[in-house]
C-alpha cells in the first residue's frame, strides 16, 4: 500500500498569512492527489484534485502543487472559514489511502 | 444539487451485523462508482470500499475483506454496505462518497452515520 505523510500535523496561524502544508507519498503517484478540508462533525469537501485542479466552487485561495511523491496545498490569505483539518488523499492505486492530516487553528 | 443521506449506524456488540444505506440524489447515480470511507473516533480518514456503476464490480480494504458486503441498488438509487462478523475497531463514522468524474477520488460526501461495536 502507498502511505502517505503529511505535515505538519498542526499548524497556528494568523488571518491574511500564507499557510503550507505538505504531503508525501512513499512512492510516485504521478499526479494522482486530491486535497480535503473537514470540519468537526462534518462530511470531508474536495478541494483540489489532480495534483492542481480546483473543484468547483472552492475560493481561488486555495492551490496545489506537486508530482511524483512530494505535494502542497497552499492557503494563500488565511481566512477565519479556514479552520479545519485537511487531508491528502492518492489515487494511483487501491486500496486509496489518505494522509494523517493537518489540523489549521486561527491564532 | 448532489446529495448524498446516510442511514442505518447504531450500537452493535461484536459479532454482530448492520446495514448502512445512502441514498442519492442530484445527479446520475447509474454512470458513478460509489466509495464507503470511514473515520474512527478522533482518528484520519480511511476508505474502505468502492462498487462500479453496475454494481458488477467491487473492492475492499484487506481488513474488511469477506466481513463487508458493498451493493447498490439503481433502480432506488440507494448504496448499502453489510457489515458482519463486527470487531471493536470498526468503530466509525462511515462516509457514502461519490466518485469523482475524473476517477478515484470521492468529489461529494454525506455526512456519514456512526456505527459504534461494543459489548
Known amino acids: 500500500d502507498i502511505q502517505m505523510t503529511q505535515s505538519p500535523s498542526a499548524l497556528s496561524a494568523s488571518v491574511g498569512d500564507r499557510v503550507t502544508i505538505t504531503c508525501r507519498a512513499s512512492?510516485?503517484?504521478?499526479?494522482?492527489l486530491a486535497w480535503y478540508q473537514q470540519k468537526p462533525g462534518k462530511a470531508p469537501k474536495l478541494l483540489i484534485y489532480t495534483a492542481s485542479n480546483l473543484h468547483s466552487g472552492v475560493p481561488s485561495r486555495f492551490s496545489g502543487s506537486g508530482s511524483g511523491t512530494v505535494f502542497t496545498l497552499t492557503i494563500s490569505t488565511l481566512q477565519p472559514d479556514d479552520s479545519a483539518t485537511y487531508y491528502c488523499q492518492h489515487y494511483k492505486s487501491y486500496p486509496l489511502t489518505f494522509g494523517g492530516g493537518t489540523k489549521v487553528e486561527i491564532k | 444539487e448532489v446529495q448524498l443521506v446516510e442511514s442505518g449506524g447504531g450500537l452493535v456488540q461484536p459479532g454482530g451485523s448492520l446495514r448502512l444505506s445512502c441514498a442519492a440524489s442530484g445527479f446520475t447515480f447509474t454512470n458513478y462508482w460509489m466509495h464507503w470511507v470511514r473515520q474512527a473516533p478522533g482518528k484520519g480518514l480511511a476508505w474502505v470500499s468502492r462498487?462500479?456503476?453496475?454494481?458488477?464490480?467491487?473492492s475492499y480494504i484487506e481488513s474488511v475483506q469477506g466481513r463487508f458486503t458493498i451493493s447498490r441498488d439503481n433502480a432506488k438509487n440507494m448504496l448499502y454496505l453489510q457489515l458482519n462478523s463486527l470487531r471493536a475497531d470498526d468503530t466509525a463514522v462511515y462516509f457514502c462518497?461519490?466518485?469523482?468524474?475524473?476517477?478515484?477520488?470521492?468529489?461529494?460526501w454525506g455526512q456519514g452515520t456512526l456505527v459504534a461495536v461494543s459489548s
Open positions: 512512492q510516485s503517484i504521478n499526479s494522482w
Open positions: 462498487v462500479n456503476g453496475i454494481g458488477s464490480r467491487t
Open positions: 462518497a461519490r466518485d469523482g468524474a475524473d476517477g478515484n477520488y470521492p468529489d461529494y
